[in-house]
Structures are given as structure tokens and as C-alpha cells.
């Protein structure tokens, strides 16, 4: 089937089966949300959507979220970013010039990575996004 097939269709399989038949350990999502306004890109908005990811990926955080500025001469200025949790970390960028939103969530059980993605496009304000999901066995 292609991508475009229907939700409903039941030869697609889901994520939950996916890891399901992976016997997977864990999940790697990567997720990249492209055209987010600058004013969505800062620390404390960043702040408030890894709290909010958090609660969406039902776990609890082992400490306070990290967030801080970067220049890299070649890459320009942005934002990285980490949150420890007890099953899991999110880390990841922020590109001030591309205005681009990188993420990477790895959790030691299943979570959705559309919901998870939606929730990033909705709260960044991006106008599209790219997933890429990986089994940990």
C-alpha cells in the first residue's frame, strides 16, 4: 500500500503494531517541524512545550528541562534543548534561520509519533513536518 492509504484500511499497520512485531525495547522518533514563526522558537516557549510533551507522552520528567542559546558560526544562531524522563529523553535544536523545530524522542516503550508530531506542528506553529521512526530491539 502507499502512503496515501486509508486509516480504516486494515492491510496498514499501526505504530502500536509495528513495535508490537519489532519486539522492540524502545522507540526513536525524530521528529523536524519547518516554518515556525521566530516568536514560537524561544526559550521560554520551548520550556513550556517539553513540559507539555511531557504530560502527552505520559511520563514523568527526572529534572528540570535544559534549554539554552547557541552560535555556531556556520550553522547560525538557535536553541538546544534536553529533558531527562523516567523512561526516556527528549533532545534536540532549534535553527533560528531556518526556522526549523529538530527533535528526537527515544522512550524504553511504545508512545504514537503522529499524536506526538501533531502536538509539535500545533504548538510551534510550523507549516509541515517530517517523521522518522525507528524500533530499538
Avoid at 524561544?42 to 520550556?47: A, E, Y
Avoid at 507522552?57 to 534536553?82: I, Q, W
Avoid at 531527562?84 to 524504553?108: A, N, P, Q, W
Amino acid at each position: 500500500k502507499t502512503v496515501a492509504a486509508k486509516a480504516g484500511d486494515e492491510s496498514v499497520m499501526s505504530w502500536q503494531q509495528r513495535y508490537c512485531n519489532a519486539d522492540a525495547w524502545g522507540m526513536l522518533c525524530s521528529i523536524d517541524v519547518y516554518d515556525c514563526p521566530e516568536e514560537m522558537l524561544s526559550q521560554g516557549n520551548i520550556q513550556s512545550l517539553l513540559n507539555n510533551l511531557c504530560e502527552k507522552l505520559n511520563a514523568a520528567s527526572c529534572c528540570n528541562n535544559c534549554c539554552v542559546k547557541f552560535h555556531d558560526p556556520e550553522r547560525g544562531k538557535g536553541l538546544r534543548f534536553t529533558q531527562i524522563l523516567d523512561s526516556g529523553t527528549v533532545t534536540g535544536r532549534c535553527s533560528l534561520e531556518r526556522k526549523t523545530f529538530y527533535c528526537d524522542i527515544f522512550m524504553c516503550r511504545f508512545f504514537d509519533p503522529r499524536k506526538i508530531s501533531e502536538l509539535l506542528i500545533k504548538e510551534l506553529s510550523g507549516s509541515y513536518y517530517r517523521l522518522q521512526v525507528a524500533m530499538r530491539q
